[in-house]
């Protein structure tokens, strides 16, 4: 059949990309008879479902599309709860019933560290939550220029989609937001327009803690709160602490920059103090504005368990955490080895987990602000070999570089936790040259409805045969 504009035609989902959309292949025919191949990329389908889908340039090589119809559907294929889904960016796999997210999210792990030569058996299931829902401890919503408040449009970085209800966020972060968004609109205060560069409000952050109840909210803008603002601001606060009492921070953030990111070139305090206390296994943290932590807390505390549980710290020995933070893993391992270093590239939050170790009455820690190569050279120098190691580095992995400094530092154990399976399985494929053995990988669901999988590992030394 030759290629018409605005096609319709039955789709086969052959797999899933890493953004966790279906792709099939179509062969068509052109005007001149020749067979050519068309690649299509249909969100909201899962594998070897059939689809019908309208093509708007099917001459061309790859097309996204979305499905018009499912004509067979996948059994574990279910109504996705929301009623943002299909067009909201936030939650691709909504439509999947969870057991099939968490099975496909093991098979991601598993493929991975195949592809490296590992044995897939050592991956064990992955740990979903009890109750995937209302999982997140940290929102970042959007202002349209209109003043609406909400999140991006899948696909469409221009279009906010108006917020009424998020089944990810903590519920009450959500009933905060809808406050804001309610003042602003009574305020007729406009949105940012990113190609003007005009326009007052940018962004809406919005964190809790799950253990304190705590919250802190962020309003990005691009101007100070003074002058005409300040009555609206003053009324803000009033509305906030009436029908919110644990918010205890209110920050407004000057953004004046291009580049849209929630950065702040002056921070103004309208209520409250800076920070908000959170927990977690058991140890009390700080969060500012900016600082990372992680976002699903409920199952951050079982990674930490996991974590001691394989790498078995003891009293008699010393630890390096490397990529540390505030310092989330590096207090719970605390208590429990000789003496511990963290190393971490951002000086805020080297800052921040001295002082949580304080907090916490720790004082066999010490944190050095440093990227991680420079760092494990100087801990190395002055600390001598760790018998434990711990790494959780950011998704594009630690590197070949890190990963050999780590092996010729020989660590008798190596725990690496990791967000990105194919950044972790090239990182270990490294250590094998230096005598180590993959024990375990434990992956574990942090982002429920999303192609995103942590992953807890066991690495031992075991040096070579004779
Ligand atoms: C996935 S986070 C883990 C943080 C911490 N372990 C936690 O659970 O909260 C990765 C951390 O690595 C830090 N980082 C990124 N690149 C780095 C580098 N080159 N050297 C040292 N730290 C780095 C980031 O700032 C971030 O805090």
């Given at each position: 059949m030759v290629m018409t504009k605005g096609e319709k035609m039955v789709a086969e989902i052959n797999h899933l990309d890493d953004r966790g959309s279906g792709r099939a292949v179509i062969w068509r025919e052109n005007e001149?008879?020749?067979?050519?191949?068309?690649?299509?990329?249909?969100?909201?389908?899962?594998?070897?479902?059939?689809?019908?889908?309208?093509?708007?340039?099917?001459?061309?090589?790859?097309?996204?599309?979305?499905?018009?119809?499912?004509i067979e559907s996948h059994a574990e294929r279910t109504e996705a709860s929301c009623q943002h889904f299909e067009k909201c960016g936030g939650c691709v796999w909504q439509h999947w019933h969870y057991n099939g997210q968490l099975q496909q999210k093991t098979d991601h792990v598993k493929h991975?560290?195949?592809?490296?030569?590992?044995?897939?058996?050592?991956?064990?299931?992955?740990?979903?939550?009890?109750?995937?829902?209302?999982?997140?401890?940290?929102?970042?919503?959007?202002?349209?220029?209109?003043?609406?408040?909400?999140?991006?449009?899948?696909?469409?970085?221009?279009?906010?989609?108006?917020?009424?209800?998020?089944?990810?966020?903590?519920?009450?972060?959500?009933?905060?937001?809808?406050?804001?968004?309610?003042?602003?609109?009574?305020?007729?205060?406009?949105?940012?327009d990113k190609d003007l560069h005009e326009g007052l409000l940018r962004h809406l952050m919005v964190?809790?803690?799950?253990?304190?109840?705590?919250?802190?909210?962020?309003?990005?803008?691009?101007?100070?709160?003074?002058?005409?603002?300040?009555?609206?601001?003053?009324?803000?606060?009033?509305?906030?602490?009436?029908?919110?009492?644990?918010?205890?921070s209110v920050l407004w953030l000057e953004n004046t920059a291009w580049a849209d990111r929630t950065q702040s070139e002056k921070t103004h305090l309208l209520a409250g103090r800076d920070f908000i206390y959170d927990e977690m296994a058991g140890y009390r943290f700080r969060l500012w504005f900016d600082t990372f932590f992680q976002t699903n807390p409920t199952q951050a505390e079982k990674l930490v368990e996991i974590a001691i549980d394989l790498g078995k710290p003891m009293k008699t020995e010393k630890m390096i955490d490397l990529f540390c933070g505030v310092g989330t893993f590096s207090l719970p391992f605390a208590s429990k080895v000789g003496k511990l270093v963290g190393i971490e590239i951002v000086e805020s939050s080297i800052e921040s987990a001295k002082r949580n170790a304080k907090d916490n009455g720790l004082s066999n820690t010490d944190f050095l602000a440093k990227d991680a190569r420079n760092g494990i050279d100087q801990v190395l120098e002055s600390f001598g070999n760790p018998e434990l190691l711990l790494l959780d580095p950011p998704r594009s992995g630690a590197g070949g570089k890190v990963m050999r400094r780590i092996g010729r530092a020989k660590p008798e154990r190596i725990v690496y936790v990791s967000c990105n399976p194919d950044t972790f399985a090239t990182d270990i494929k490294e250590l094998e040259a230096f005598g180590y053995t993959l024990n375990v990988v434990q992956p574990v669901d942090l982002f429920p409805h999303t192609v995103h999988v942590e992953c807890v590992a066991l690495l031992t030394y075991v040096g070579f045969p004779s």
């Open positions: 001149l008879g020749n067979l050519k191949k068309l690649k299509l990329t249909i969100p909201q389908t899962l594998p070897g479902e059939k689809v019908r889908v309208t093509v708007d340039q099917p001459e061309r090589k790859r097309r996204k599309a979305m499905p018009d119809e499912i991975a560290i195949e592809a490296q030569g590992f044995d897939s058996s050592l991956v064990l299931d992955t740990i979903g939550m009890d109750e995937p829902w209302h999982y997140r401890n940290k929102m970042e919503f959007t202002f349209a220029t209109d003043g609406s408040l909400g999140l991006h449009e899948q696909g469409n970085f221009r279009k906010i989609i108006s917020l009424e209800t998020c089944l990810i966020a903590g519920k009450e972060m959500v009933e905060a937001a809808m406050t804001v968004a309610e003042w602003v609109n009574d305020y007729n205060l406009k949105g940012y964190r809790q803690s799950f253990a304190t109840g705590e919250m802190m909210l962020g309003l990005f803008a691009t101007e100070a709160p003074d002058g005409p603002l300040q009555e609206a601001t003053n009324e803000l606060v009033k509305r906030i602490e009436e029908k919110f009492p644990q918010v205890k």
